[in-house]
């Protein structure tokens, strides 16, 4: 089977690139999906039960209320 030119067959094309050039097809597949994706991904998200109220995820540590604990028994000096 010799390599068909896609304009002159794109279907006979597209199922010998999808044999020979796999990881090039689906990149291409894929790649041209993505300005779909934030049009259908909100819906279906919301579907399965990710409601965007969720609480954010904290950025640093709580600052602890009151004076520091020094440990006891060890060489440290206090400050």
Same mark, same amino acid.
């Given at each position: 089977?010799?390599?068909?030119?896609?304009w +002159?067959?794109?279907?006979?094309?597209?199922?010998? +690139?999808?044999? /020979?050039?796999?990881?090039?097809?689906?990149?291409?597949?894929?790649?041209?999906? +993505?300005? *779909?994706?934030?049009?259908? +991904?909100?819906?279906?998200?919301?579907?399965?039960?990710? /409601?965007?109220?969720?609480?954010? *995820?904290?950025?640093?540590?709580?600052?602890?209320?009151?004076?520091?604990?020094?440990? /006891?028994?060890?060489?440290?000096?206090? /400050?």
């Amino acid at each position: 089977m010799s390599k068909p030119y896609f304009w +002159a067959e794109p279907v006979r094309y597209m199922r010998w +690139a999808f044999h /020979e050039k796999t990881a090039i097809t689906w990149s291409l597949v894929l790649g041209g999906s +993505a300005p *779909i994706v934030p049009i259908v +991904a909100p819906p279906i998200r919301r579907f399965f039960g990710d /409601e965007p109220g969720r609480p954010m *995820i904290p950025h640093n540590y709580p600052i602890p209320k009151g004076p520091r604990k020094f440990p /006891e028994g060890f060489d440290d000096p206090k /400050e």
